[in-house]
Nanobody, 121 residues
Framework: QVRLVESGGGLVQAGGSLRLSCAAS????????MAWYRQAPGKQRELVAS???????NYADSVKGRFTISRDNAKNTVYLQMNTLKPEDTAVYYC???????????????WGQGTQVTVSS
């Protein structure tokens, strides 16, 4: 089995910073792309940022210049550094990873349980 466990969420004032972490564990052969999504109350889940195994990144327009995604391949961990946070960044943030389980062929998408980020005005 594979698990993704997020940490680092919390309550912060507007203009502040938070750093989210997501560690993948279990019978992992390889981890391809990893990403952060978020879902605000009453809204659909949206892609925030993604990163390939080679380090290429992609960001939603709403977070460009404020958020930075990175990863440590040796630790199967992805990070999201969030700066200059705004109240509209308030959401549950989910980690996603395309993971090949040891002894299998092809990757599957796995999700973490989510971590709450609340930005007060």
């Amino acid at each position: 089995q594979v698990r993704l466990v997020e940490s680092g969420g919390g309550l912060v004032q507007a203009g502040g910073s938070l750093r989210l972490s997501c560690a993948a564990s279990g019978s992992i052969f390889s981890v391809a792309a990893m990403a952060w999504y978020r879902q605000a109350p009453g809204k659909q889940r949206e892609l925030v940022a993604s990163i390939t195994s080679g380090g290429s990144t992609n960001y939603a327009d709403s977070v460009k210049g404020r958020f930075t995604i990175s990863r440590d391949n040796a630790k199967n961990t992805v990070y999201l550094q969030m700066n200059t946070l705004k109240p509209e960044d308030t959401a549950v943030y989910y980690c996603n990873g395309n993971i090949v389980v040891a002894g299998t062929l092809g990757g599957l998408a796995y999700w973490g349980q989510g971590t709450q980020v609340t930005v007060s005005s």
